[in-house]
């Protein structure tokens, strides 16, 4: 019988909690959400156009010394209808104003309006989805409520609610919010319904957890990508609301640039001096697909069953 080499292996001490030691590697839900994220082509593409247009919408005017009601040129025609070029990058309308500086004033006041409507809708439709899910009581009450308005088209409600208290930004804002969170409540209503009755859920009640802390714990992790994907339908449609009321006088006040009124504006040059109309008409498409877009990868990103 062949005797065995020593030599040719190295004895270590025994150590009996080897065995227990997870040699795989820390997993990070964050890291791994924005390694999915970041993953897609169209996440890069998308976020750069968002990025940049962000950047111009709430730097630039602070440079800018850009008056949207000022019309001290409208006399001047050597000033009138100047298509883009190097010193008016997007030309000049028919008072001599810049467009370049009246887009991204205009795209600032819709960017905000459609952020600020989506922060407060999503903040009360959490809140009030969260105490709707767990209390019988609330649930009873917030059904019916929620089937009478959700049969009234939204547009509806904010269309009836601009014309009836007047453009203004808050105006718009508050008509957007006013009923506009109920469809998210009713979403993370069912969404807890889903996670509440786990067993872990039944054992941390079981052990006398605080329900709020059931909530905020347990289930509210859960539902990440719920909300990062409502977010992401929130922020185009919000920006595409002011757009439409606007055009048609209902939105913001004449005298305010956004997006909508600039395209309202210029919708007599959809044919003579295009430029006009289609460099803000361009600029809110763009908007809206890559907010739409880059939420949506977020959204997908944030499902851990989409990690590997």
Same mark, same amino acid.
Request: aromatic content about 12%.
């Given at each position: 019988?062949?005797?065995?080499?020593?030599?040719?292996?190295?004895f270590?001490?025994?150590?009996?909690?080897?065995?227990?030691? @997870?040699?795989?590697?820390?997993?990070?839900?964050?890291k791994?959400v924005?390694?999915?994220?970041?993953?897609?082509?169209?996440?890069?593409?998308?976020?750069?156009i968002?990025?940049a247009?962000?950047?111009?919408?709430?730097?630039?005017p602070? +440079?800018?010394?850009?008056?949207?009601?000022?019309?001290?040129?409208?006399?001047?025609?050597?000033?009138?209808?100047?298509?883009?070029?190097?010193?008016?990058?997007?030309g000049?309308d028919?008072?001599?104003?810049?467009?370049?500086?009246?887009?991204?004033?205009?795209?600032?006041?819709?960017?905000?309006?459609?952020v600020?409507?989506?922060? @407060?809708?999503l903040?009360?439709?959490?809140?009030?989805?969260? !105490?709707?899910?767990?209390?019988?009581?609330?649930?009873?009450?917030?059904?019916e409520?929620?089937? !009478?308005?959700s049969?009234?088209?939204?547009?509806?409600?904010?269309?009836?609610?601009?014309?009836?208290?007047?453009?203004?930004?808050?105006?718009?804002?508050?008509?957007?919010?006013?009923?506009?969170?109920?469809g998210?409540?009713?979403?993370?209503?069912?969404?807890?319904l889903?996670?509440?009755?786990?067993?872990?859920?039944?054992?941390?009640?079981?052990?006398?957890?605080?329900?709020l802390?059931? @909530?905020?714990k347990?289930?509210?992790?859960?539902?990440v990508?719920? @909300?990062?994907?409502?977010?992401?339908?929130?922020?185009?449609?919000? !920006?595409?609301?002011?757009?439409?009321?606007?055009? +048609?006088?209902?939105?913001?006040?004449?005298?305010?640039?956004?997006?909508g009124?600039?395209?309202?504006?210029y919708?007599?040059?959809?044919?003579?001096?295009?430029?006009?109309?289609? !460099?803000?008409?361009?600029?809110?498409?763009?908007?809206?697909?890559?907010?739409?877009?880059?939420?949506?990868?977020?959204?997908?990103?944030?499902?851990?069953?989409?990690?590997?």
């Amino acid at each position: 019988m062949a005797t065995i080499d020593k030599s040719k292996f190295t004895f270590v001490k025994r150590d009996d909690f080897a065995s227990e030691t @997870i040699d795989a590697p820390a997993y990070s839900y964050w890291k791994s959400v924005m390694r999915q994220f970041l993953r897609k082509k169209s996440t890069i593409a998308m976020l750069g156009i968002l990025v940049a247009i962000v950047l111009m919408s709430f730097i630039y005017p602070i +440079f800018s010394n850009f008056d949207f009601n000022d019309v001290s040129k409208v006399n001047d025609f050597s000033a009138r209808y100047i298509k883009p070029n190097a010193q008016y990058w997007f030309g000049t309308d028919s008072n001599g104003k810049s467009l370049f500086d009246g887009v991204w004033f205009g795209a600032r006041n819709s960017i905000l309006i459609s952020v600020i409507a989506t922060v @407060i809708n999503l903040v009360i439709g959490i809140v009030i989805g969260g !105490i709707w899910g767990i209390s019988k009581t609330v649930d009873r009450v917030m059904i019916e409520i929620y089937n !009478i308005i959700s049969n009234i088209p939204p547009l509806l409600i904010v269309i009836v609610l601009t014309y009836s208290i007047g453009a203004g930004f808050w105006n718009l804002i508050f008509a957007m919010t006013i009923t506009g969170w109920i469809g998210i409540a009713y979403n993370i209503r069912i969404q807890i319904l889903r996670y509440r009755d786990l067993e872990y859920n039944l054992a941390s009640r079981t052990l006398g957890t605080p329900t709020l802390k059931i @909530i905020v714990k347990n289930i509210m992790p859960q539902l990440v990508s719920v @909300i990062v994907t409502t977010a992401s339908q929130l922020l185009p449609s919000f !920006i595409s609301y002011e757009a439409f009321l606007s055009f +048609f006088g209902l939105g913001l006040p004449v005298t305010v640039p956004s997006l909508g009124r600039l395209i309202s504006d210029y919708s007599q040059n959809v044919t003579t001096n295009a430029y006009l109309f289609w !460099i803000p008409l361009t600029t809110l498409i763009l908007v809206s697909l890559s907010l739409f877009v880059v939420g949506q990868n977020l959204a997908d990103a944030s499902d851990p069953r989409t990690h590997r």
